[in-house]
Antibody, heavy 119, light 113 residues
Framework: EVQLVESGGGLVQPGGSLRLSCAAS????????MSWVRQAPGKGLEWVAN????????YYVDSVKGRFTISRDNAKNSLYLQMNSLRAEDTAVYYC????????????WGQGTLVTVSS | DIVMTQTPLSLSVTPGQPASISCKSS???????????LYWYLQKPGQPPQLLIY???NRFSGVPDRFSGSGSGTDFTLKISRVEAEDVGVYYC??????????FGPGTKVDIK
């Protein structure tokens, strides 16, 4: 059974940093692109970043470029999101999601971890 | 960037009655490979999104056949033939023609009368 379990969320002050983790199991992690998708409280879904199987390609939504870094450790079956210079508008539930084989959709999602940016 | 819009933004449906949600994209989602990269997700309360429909009209594994998708180019529709209580939640369309970027619609909240 595919499982994605996020962790690392919490309360952080504006300008602060946080590192999210996603532990994957039930599939060959190193064979899939992975993404982070976020959802602000009461709002819709926003794709944040994704990473190729070997980590050689990474892409970001414009609003987080230069502040967030996506990475992975295939030996540990783990996905990460390093978030720096956090802003109030980054407050959201962050979901880890697996990309489908054809890359065009997300077929499995974690339960999400809440990040709150507030003083 | 492609912008996705949905109508209505909320919908209240009597159980057993049909429901329909429209999704429009600012650019055609028909790729040169012949596929149209439009997807529908349902996010039930307190849960992550789950895929319902891929490539406009194909039901994902385990999705009941009361759900159907249609459309082409820039105009798409999700239909529920007979709404059940378990169908409540927010429905999102999503485009992925411009990989590696993805864009979701604003969502349509469906509840039961």
């Amino acid at each position: 059974e595919v499982q994605l379990v996020e962790s690392g969320g919490g309360l952080v002050q504006p300008g602060g940093s946080l590192r999210l983790s996603c532990a994957a199991s039930g599939f060959t992690f190193s064979s899939y692109w992975m993404s982070w998708v976020r959802q602000a409280p009461g709002k819709g879904l926003e794709w944040v970043a994704n990473i190729k199987q070997d980590g050689s390609e990474k892409y970001y939504v414009d609003s987080v470029k230069g502040r967030f870094t996506i990475s992975r450790d295939n030996a540990k079956n783990s996905l990460y999101l390093q978030m720096n210079s956090l802003r109030a508008e980054d407050t959201a539930v962050y979901y880890c999601a697996r990309s489908s084989v054809d890359l065009h959709y997300f077929d499995y999602w974690g339960q999400g971890t809440l990040v709150t940016v507030s003083s | 960037d492609i912008v996705m819009t949905q109508t209505p933004l909320s919908l209240s449906v009597t159980p057993g009655q049909p429901a329909s949600i429209s999704c429009k994209s600012s650019q055609s989602l028909l790729h040169s490979d012949g596929k149209t990269y439009l997807y529908w997700y349902l996010q039930k309360p307190g849960q992550p999104p789950q895929l319902l429909i891929y490539e406009v009209s194909n039901r994902f594994s385990g999705v009941p056949d009361r759900f159907s998708g249609s459309g082409s180019g820039t105009d798409f529709t999700l239909k529920i033939s007979r709404v059940e209580a378990e169908d409540v939640g927010v429905y999102y369309c999503m485009q992925s023609i411009q990989l590696p970027l993805f864009t979701f619609g604003p969502g349509t909240k469906v509840d039961i009368k």
